[in-house]
Structure formats: structure tokens, C-alpha cells
């Protein structure tokens, strides 16, 4: 059963080690004119960890997700990952948006190559990668298509592989299959499970489904109303590989029933 304990400000999710190869959110806090977004957010996660970031829309997850890829400045504190500090956008973050934003006039093995070309590296060198994450993704037979021809989840699955061309360390990802039916979603999810299985990268997954992130996650951490601070960790202690009967039994539900009960209490 998952293990839920509340925490203060001082805090450090992941407990008081630190790995030096993982990420590290110190006392961050985001301001937008006179709205606090985000409020003094410390979070630890360890190198090959997949954490989510749990709560209702507009809590500031998206805000704290953006911040961690370099996209957008905290107002104080500092975010390093591997030691560096995160100052603008890094070769070893790849992110996964919402809409899978593909070039509608690309192939999908040149839309997954379109991060290599924008770097101004050799094609040649990356396009055994390409094709091997198009087979990782069960997309080989697809390569050649347009993104139009492609169903919502394999658009998605291609966003997946695109934003991985470059092997980076850690894979941010907004809300990724929000868009999709219930039954895709559910399949992308176990999908995600086995691409993550197959590469072990640090996966930071915004999302706002309960169930979903109890699926996916090491660990899960609940953001609280604005200005958002993470009120609540949740380990999921489940064993892996997750199993798609996992949803049925007690022990996950038990999970679910706790989430639900932490971010109802933090935004009573």
C-alpha cells in the first residue's frame, strides 16, 4: 500500500538524500504581477525516478514543469539538475507538451529528427536512433506517414520519441494524454510505462488524473491551491512492471482512495 505523509515547508520530497545526478528544487517560488503562483516549492527526485505532479487545473503544476525545463525563471529560489543550475533550456531535458505538435507536412520519422536539425547535428548519426525508438513505440511501419494519418495516440507516442532523439537525462511531460478518450488514455499510459522501462529516465508527468499518475509513478507529489506549494508525497510502492489488471486490485485502489483524500483536504 502507498505510504502518504504530509509535509511543512522545509521539507524535501524524497527524503534528506540528495542525488547529485538527480534534479533538485530549492525553495522556488513564481510570481506573475500580483499573482503568487507558486509558493517556496522544495522538491528532491533521484536520477531514474518517476515522479508525478498531482492536482486540479490552474494549481501552478504547468508553471513548476516549465520552470524545471529552462523555459521560464522562478522569482527566487534555484533548480539544478545533475548540479547545473537550470537557467534556460538544456540538450538533457526533453519535454512533452500536451498536443503532440507535430509538422503537418513532415513525415513522422522527420518530425521525430526535427530536434536534430534544429541543433544543426548530423542527421546520419541519430537516424539509427530514430528508427530504434519508432520500433520501441510500435511505430516502424509508420515512419513515412504524416502525422493526419496517425490516430491521437500514436501522434502522441511520436512527441514521446521526438522529445527522447537526443537521449536526454530527464523527459518533462504537461498533461501529455489529457486529450485523448478514456480507453487511450489508459493504453498510453501502460505505453509510457514500457518506453520508461526501456530508457530509465527521470520522468517529471504533470497530470490531474488520481488514477493515472497511481499507475505510472515511484512517487507522487499534490500541489495545493494558489500560490501552489506541495502539500502532500505519496510513494507508490507497487510492484513493477505495473500490470494492466493492477486497477482492480485493492492495494491500488487503497492508493487512489488516499490521493483523492490529500487534495481534497488541500483544497477544502
Partial sequence: MGHIRPLNAAAKPGGAFVDPNGLQIDNVRKVFGDLEAIRNV??????????????????????????????TRPTSGTLRLAGKPIIGPDSNVGVVFQSPVL??????????????????????????????????????????????????????????????????????MDEPFSALDAITRDDMAFELLRIWQSNQKTVVFVTHSIREAAILSDRVLVMGKRPATIVDEVEIDLPRPRERTMPEEESFNAIVRRLRTSIEASHA
Fill in 42 to 71: 522544495t522538491i528532491n527526485i533521484k536520477e531514474g525516478e518517476f515522479v508525478s505532479l498531482l492536482g486540479p487545473s490552474g494549481c501552478g503544476k504547468s508553471t513548476l514543469l516549465m520552470m524545471i525545463a529552462g523555459l
Fill in 103 to 172: 509538422l503537418p507536412w513532415r513525415t513522422i520519422l522527420d518530425n521525430i529528427l526535427f530536434p536534430i536539425e534544429l541543433r544543426r547535428l548530423p542527421r546520419s548519426q541519430y537516424l539509427p536512433r530514430a528508427r530504434e525508438l519508432l520500433k520501441m513505440s510500435k511505430l516502424e511501419d509508420f515512419a513515412d506517414a504524416l502525422p493526419r494519418q496517425l490516430s491521437g495516440g500514436m501522434r502522441q507516442r511520436a512527441s514521446i520519441c521526438r522529445a527522447l532523439i537526443h537521449d536526454p537525462s530527464t523527459l518533462l
